[in-house]
């Protein structure tokens, strides 16, 4: 092929990659072609060309850094919002609060934390919801990266009537927690009358063969030099009261503690529509050879007991 | 996960359609929604940027009438295909009845064919499903593009990529001018409700 061909057929390449949104691929062609006008001296426009082409480079980065940018997403139509509401939130509640909470949640997995914000603070109102709502409006606060925002909404609750001593520390224990997992360095004002956990009497009871769908476990790491630090892990699998994690060869500390039949007492569960504490059983353990996952453990826990906390 | 309704004889799935960013699958929904006019039953609803890329999902409900004794409707939906867009996927495959794989012809789009086929199985997986059991179809699409000069896969070297061990129905296709769409969504339509007669027996015997 000749030169003025190869020019020809790349540039109609970039433009067709252009065209289609195959951004860097358009400029990896523009590009290759200043190359190949870089090593050619006696092009006529020469200079011209590259000049032009140097423009079409600039202006496909311009588009991949808008593309690629972190902008956070758009407020959506209110039919849009009721859409999302309607196709993504999964609950199986007959329970009116806790379908409302469902697609409150749905809309938070969209980016519309002013419009799932509202909803939550509806269902302050109803006690059976009450503390989910309370956790999902400080979570719509941190995802919408206001640290501020959330404390100074705390506070405001360690105020409110609607908020018991109780739901306060529960409150206060989940917004620490989270702003350490931040690693924002905040002093939040402790709730009166806050009892320590292991003055609280627990109720346990086993747990129910129908569970709730768990999304992340919370395993605090028992012994070693990160004792008392919680890692969080998504679940992968679930059946029943057994749900599997995958963790990494690297978390060594983790995989010390989970030993067969080993049970972890202090692990903390995050289901859709609530967060509670329980103690799981090590059922298994295996690592994965070979595949993406290759490396990493998976590990069956049996949902032991849920701990219920009343003051 | 597809409801049924026994006593009304309804029965409504969820085929999602999947692949690398810019590989057409909204072009697919937006050439059904064209064509299909009979059976849409709502909207096209199409979430995205100000440069067309899927932000959060394509949304198309549609009405297959009457099949076997039973009232059909199926909802058709894409994810983004943008990399960072991966928790979206993985939310908007929550449910899932039946995958389109849209795969990119173009030979530069190789590795994120292959990139997203891992990507949707990690997600099944997450789900409790298995690529290798769900209702798959796969398309090549844009082999229009080849009169124009680009450089494409062959449909062998596809086939190799991504359908060796899965080994799907597969077909060429330009979403652009609808060339292969209908075949692709028939036959995966077709996967689906006999995955979903087994699981379930909705249909009525003939």
């Known amino acids: 092929m000749d030169l003025a061909s190869k020019i020809k057929g790349t540039?109609?390449?970039?433009?067709?990659?252009?065209?289609?949104?195959?951004?860097?691929?358009?400029?990896?062609?523009?590009?290759?072609?200043?190359?190949?006008?870089?090593?050619?001296?006696?092009?006529?426009?020469?200079?011209?060309l590259i000049k032009s082409l140097a423009a079409k480079v600039e202006k496909m980065e311009a588009r991949i850094r808008k593309v690629e940018s972190a902008e956070p997403p758009p407020v959506l139509s209110p039919e849009i919002q009721a859409l999302i509401k309607r196709l993504f939130s999964f609950s199986q509640s007959d329970d009116p609060d806790h379908v409302a909470l469902d697609e409150?949640?749905?809309?938070?997995?969209?980016?519309?934390?002013?419009?799932?914000?509202?909803?939550?603070?509806?269902?302050?109102?109803?006690?059976?919801?009450?503390?989910?709502?309370?956790?999902?409006?400080?979570?719509?606060?941190?995802?919408?990266?206001?640290?501020?925002?959330?404390?100074?909404?705390y506070r405001r609750w360690l105020e409110d009537p609607r908020f018991d001593p109780e739901l306060q520390a529960k409150l206060y224990g989940f917004l620490q927690s989270m702003l350490e997992q931040q690693g924002k360095g905040v002093d939040l004002p402790e709730p009166p009358d806050i009892l320590p956990s292991e003055m609280l009497p627990t109720l346990q009871i086993e747990a129910p063969d129908e569970v709730l769908d768990i999304n992340t476990v919370r395993i605090q790491i028992p012994e070693g030099p990160s004792k008392g630090l919680y890692v969080d892990y998504d679940v992968s699998f679930q059946s029943g009261?057994?749900?599997?994690?995958?963790?990494?060869?690297?978390?060594?500390?983790?995989?010390?503690?989970?030993?067969?039949?080993?049970?972890?007492?202090?692990?903390?569960?995050?289901?859709?529509?609530?967060?509670?504490?329980?103690?799981?059983?090590?059922?298994?353990?295996?690592?994965?050879?070979?595949?993406?996952?290759?490396?990493?453990?998976?590990?069956?826990?049996?949902?032991?007991?849920?701990a219920v906390s009343c003051g | 996960m597809a409801v049924f309704n026994p006593k009304k004889r309804e029965i409504e799935c969820k085929l999602v359609y999947y692949g690398p960013g810019r590989g057409g699958k909204t072009t697919n929904l937006?050439?059904?929604?064209?064509?299909?006019?009979?059976?849409?039953?709502?909207?096209?609803?199409?979430?995205?940027?100000?440069?067309?890329?899927?932000?959060?999902?394509?949304?198309?409900?549609?009405?297959?009438?009457?099949?076997?004794?039973?009232?059909?409707r199926v909802q058709l939906y894409t994810v983004p295909g943008q990399v960072k867009y991966s928790a979206t996927r993985k939310l908007v495959l929550k449910g899932v009845d039946g995958v389109v794989f849209v795969?990119?012809?173009?030979?530069?789009?190789?590795?994120?064919?292959?990139?997203?086929?891992?990507?949707?199985?990690?997600?099944?997986?997450?789900?409790?499903?298995?690529?290798?059991?769900?209702?798959?179809?796969?398309?090549?699409?844009?082999?229009?593009?080849?009169?124009?000069?680009?450089p494409l896969l062959s449909v062998e070297q596809l086939q190799r990529d991504l359908n060796r061990q899965l080994k799907v129905p597969a077909f060429p296709a330009s979403a652009l001018n609808g060339e292969g769409v209908r075949e692709t969504l028939k036959t995966a339509l077709e996967l689906t409700l006999k995955h979903l007669h087994r699981e379930m027996r909705w249909a009525q015997a003939s």
């Open chain 1, 104 to 153: 409150a949640v749905a809309l938070t997995k969209f980016g519309q934390y002013a419009s799932a914000m509202a909803e939550f603070e509806i269902l302050l109102n109803r006690p059976s919801v009450r503390l989910a709502a309370a956790k999902n409006i400080l979570r719509c606060h941190l995802a919408a990266q206001d640290v501020p925002a959330a404390v100074e909404q």
């Open chain 2, 30 to 72: 937006e050439w059904i929604h064209r064509t299909f006019t009979k059976n849409v039953a709502g909207k096209l609803v199409s979430i995205n940027t100000e440069g067309d890329r899927t932000l959060f999902f394509d949304f198309l409900p549609m009405g297959l009438g009457k099949i076997r004794g039973c009232e059909i």
């Open chain 1, 241 to 306: 009261n057994v749900i599997s994690i995958l963790v990494s060869e690297t978390d060594t500390e983790v995989l010390k503690a989970l030993q067969l039949g080993e049970i972890l007492p202090n692990v903390e569960m995050t289901a859709t529509v609530a967060i509670f504490k329980g103690s799981a059983k090590v059922m298994a353990k295996n690592r994965i050879k070979v595949g993406p996952r290759s490396g990493y453990f998976n590990v069956d826990l049996k949902i032991r007991a849920f």
């Open chain 1, 11 to 48: 540039l109609k390449q970039a433009e067709i990659f252009a065209a289609q949104g195959l951004l860097v691929e358009a400029r990896d062609n523009y590009r290759s072609l200043i190359e190949l006008l870089q090593a050619q001296p006696r092009i006529k426009d020469r200079e011209k």
């Open chain 2, 103 to 150: 795969a990119d012809s173009i030979a530069v789009r190789r590795e994120k064919n292959a990139l997203s086929l891992k990507d949707l199985a990690a997600n099944l997986k997450e789900h409790g499903l298995n690529i290798f059991r769900i209702p798959l179809v796969m398309q090549f699409n844009k082999r229009d593009l080849e009169a124009q000069g680009v």
